[in-house]
């Protein structure tokens, strides 16, 4: 089992900034993938940034030049640093994980509790 911890999320002015962070724990042979998923009221959970192992990264359109994802492997962490947040940011923020437990499995996916991002004045 995998077991995902994720922390600073909160209320912030338009203009603003956060960082989530994520910390990832249990039965870990590899990580492929680490990344953040949001999900607003009434609207389908969407990808927000992911980072994966070959180092590639991507970013959903709306936060390119804004957010940043990051990781520290040694510590199987991953960030999201956003900036300039907007109140169509406001969601729940969802960390991502796709990790194998042993050398002879595939990767599966595996998601945080959630946290509360909220963009207001």
């Known amino acids: 089992q995998v077991q995902l911890v994720e922390s600073g999320g909160g209320l912030v002015q338009p203009g603003g900034s956060l960082r989530l962070s994520c910390a990832a724990s249990g039965s870990i042979f590899s990580i492929a993938a680490m990344g953040w998923y949001r999900q607003a009221p009434g609207n389908e959970r969407e990808l927000v940034a992911v980072?994966?192992?070959?180092?590639?990264?991507n970013y959903a359109e709306s936060v390119k030049g804004r957010f940043t994802i990051s990781r520290d492997n040694a510590k199987n962490m991953v960030y999201l640093q956003m900036n300039s947040l907007k109140p169509e940011d406001t969601a729940v923020y969802y960390c991502?994980?796709?990790?194998?437990?042993?050398?002879?499995?595939?990767?599966?996916?595996?998601w945080g509790q959630g946290t509360q991002v909220t963009v207001s004045p």
């Open positions: 991502y994980v796709r990790a194998s437990g042993d050398s002879a499995s595939y990767p599966t996916p595996h």
């Open positions: 980072s994966t192992s070959g180092g590639i990264t």
